[in-house]
């Protein structure tokens, strides 16, 4: 446990006593406290499915209005839907076992320009996955309240999209924890919800299938079976948001317990099977029930108070069930928070994104992926007025997509990779299954919800693409200017001789702080020796391996990151040696940069009290609010704090020149 430091702020103790105190990356069982056993996956990222029977179901079952007997069609092909893209996100568990789901999917099996477009819809996704199931759990609380309360929604959803970003700073394990009683009520009351609801029904089965046969039959007189089959896959479309959850586990094995494939599998597992029958049993009720839609009420809320209604505390039942349904939905509200910053993190990784979104804060979360997150759901919420049948729509076209490049991407690998995988055929066979399931989903929810909202959501997510690319332009046209940096840089002439000579104390020193062996730290390192003739007589360069989303992943990965680092840190020396000074390196891993290098600096300056501290900035011609939001300001935070503790510090510029 991390010991509480002397001398905090107000607003430091403040920090601490909402989000906690820093985790110590040193600890060597780290990753295991930080990662979840199938049964916590399954609360953490599960529940986004689990909870989207709150309000796809009841999507689906409106739409079909008085033809009430599809329910039966629809629940079957719930659970069959349910069923094929899980058992086809489980195979890309398997073959993509550091997670990332959809974006690292279309990225490795289709192109780069698939992977962009299946991670902003990722992101949108998750996003709404935040704004749907808490606007959804909200009604489902409201609906035992009088209409003149509901005016207070939209206030008491921003509430809850506010506190659960306070306990994603947090940590995922903690939040999940935290919310892990809430998701067990739920499944304790809808098992007695849905057992009773069809058991209590079982003498009636007969009569129902014979009136389902007879509506049936008046259908086809009157409109016709492709009428049917039209008012069908409308309502099998609209009730899409059933299936919004299931692609957050394979995004999520980063956060799981090793084994992580075997994890994931499982928590897959619990999740689709769960969903399924929920879902499915959900349809039978509203069926064999005659749930009638109320205004102000949701139908489960209906469904909850017919069933109960005449029990010894039955509307305390009902009651506890509706609310656990909407406690729930705060649960399923997780994913957006896990996920969603994955996503970022993921895409700046490559240069989609600006690279401090795969930066870990110092609680080892992606504290600017949850607070983007956090402020899209709240935006998204004020749009819509909370409404959750816009917010549906917005939701499901955007799942389908990243659904579909998932489905058309793991069919085309396995075509590809048929000579070396046994049983290919059968894998290919889901995967089509899959890809033309969503793709018909996809097709009908745009075509029938274009108008109505689907146009808002092609909009941000294709202004999201947009802007990845022109984020990715901007680094392209950097890495090449510090490419030629390099080609200049990297074969200095050095001398026979290197010079072994220990460092020595009294000397002037110069601290160099670099990251990793490149065109930047040599660049510092000229610009001392010419700017500074015969003053420095030692050179300690000082690295600090920041911990962020790419590296964190595991302690044979940390050891990596170490490695790597250290080894840069060797060729820095090598080289001022070669070219005649003494030279030596310090290093650390930190999630903070800015703490662990002060912190190192420090350190030195008590061994080599004569030094000065330098450290390289890019700047640009006409630096823009651009250049500062996509390269960090990590220099001029260092020299801040430097400063105040009266160690020099000086900031070496390096030019990037941009081109045309």
Request: hydrophobic letters at 45%; a positive charge; aromatic letters at 10%.
């Amino acid at each position: 446990m991390t010991e509480k430091p002397e001398g905090e702020s107000f607003l430091t103790k403040v920090r601490h006593a909402l989000i906690g105190r820093p985790k110590d990356i040193k600890d060597s069982s780290l990753f295991h406290k930080l990662s979840l056993i199938p049964i916590l996956a399954w609360i953490g990222l599960g529940a986004d499915g689990l909870s989207s029977s709150s309000y796809g179901p009841e999507e689906a079952f409106r739409a079909i209005g008085s033809h009430v007997y599809l329910g039966v069609f629809l629940a079957l092909a719930t659970a069959f839907t349910v069923l094929i893209i899980s058992y086809s996100y489980s195979r890309i568990i398997e073959h993509f076992p550091h997670g990332g789901g959809g974006y690292i999917v279309a990225t490795h099996t289709i192109s780069e320009g698939a992977g962009v477009i299946s991670g902003c819809a990722l992101l949108v996704d998750y996003m709404l996955t935040i704004t749907v199931s808490l606007v959804s759990c909200a009604d489902a609380l409201f609906s035992f309240l009088p209409m003149n309360f509901h005016v207070y929604k939209i206030g008491f959803v921003a509430f809850l999209i506010v506190m659960l970003v306070v306990l994603n700073m947090r940590g995922v394990k903690e939040s999940v924890l935290f919310l892990a009683p809430i998701f067990m009520v739920f499944v304790a009351t809808h098992m007695v919800l849905l057992g009773y609801g069809i058991l209590s029904h079982t003498s009636q089965l007969a009569p129902v299938a014979r009136e389902i046969h007879g509506n049936m039959q008046h259908d086809l007189a009157t409109i016709g079976f492709l009428g049917i089959l039209a008012l069908f896959l409308r309502a099998y479309s609209l009730g899409a948001g059933t299936y919004t959850g299931i692609e957050a586990v394979s995004n999520g094995l980063q956060i799981m317990r090793e084994p992580k494939v075997q994890t994931g599998k499982r928590t897959m597992a619990y999740m689709a099977s769960s969903l399924a029958l929920t879902a499915g049993g959900l349809f039978i009720c509203y069926l064999l029930w005659k749930v009638v839609p109320v205004p102000g009420k949701t139908l489960n809320a209906i469904l909850a108070t017919s069933m109960f209604g005449h029990w010894p505390l039955g509307n305390t039942l009902a009651l506890v069930t509706i609310l656990s349904e909407g406690a729930l939905l705060l649960v399923g509200a997780q994913a957006g928070f896990i996920d969603g910053p994955r996503v970022m993190s993921n895409m700046a990784i490559d240069s989609w994104f600006p690279r401090r979104f795969a930066s870990l804060s110092e609680r080892l979360t992606m504290q600017n992926g949850v607070v983007l997150m956090g402020i899209a759901a709240i935006l998204l919420l004020f749009y819509t007025h909370g409404s959750i049948s816009a917010l549906v729509i917005m939701y499901s076209i955007n799942v389908f997509l990243t659904f579909s490049l998932s489905q058309f991407g793991m069919a085309r690998y396995f075509i590809r990779n048929r000579s070396r995988i046994e049983k290919w055929k059968r894998h290919l066979l889901v995967h089509l299954i899959g890809f033309v399931l969503c793709i018909t989903i996809l097709a009908i929810t745009v075509y029938e919800k274009f108008t109505e909202g689907g146009w808002v959501t092609l909009l941000i997510t294709s202004s999201a693409i947009g802007l990845c690319y022109v984020i990715r332009r901007h680094y392209g046209k950097v890495k090449e200017s510090l490419r030629r940096l390099d080609e200049l840089l990297m074969n200095i002439p050095a001398h026979e001789e290197a010079n072994n000579e220990p460092l020595r104390k009294t000397d002037q020193t110069a601290i160099l702080l670099v990251t990793g062996f490149n065109s930047l730290g040599l660049h510092t390192l000229l610009s001392i020796v010419r700017y500074f003739p015969n003053l420095y007589r030692n050179f300690i360069f000082v690295s600090v391996a920041e911990v962020d989303s790419g590296s964190f992943k595991g302690a044979d990965a940390m050891d990596g990151l170490r490695l790597s680092t250290e080894e840069g840190l060797q060729k820095y020396v090598k080289v001022t040696r070669r070219h005649g000074f003494p030279a030596d390196y310090r290093m650390e891993a930190s999630a903070d940069v800015i703490d662990a290098a002060v912190d190192l600096c420090r350190s030195i300056m008590q061994d080599y009290p004569r030094s000065t501290v330098f450290t390289g900035q890019l700047v640009f011609h006409r630096e823009t609010f651009t250049d500062r939001l996509l390269h960090n300001q990590t220099a001029y935070a260092i020299q801040r704090r430097l400063q105040w503790e009266g160690i020099p510090t000086i900031i070496m510029p390096i030019r990037v020149d941009m081109g045309s």
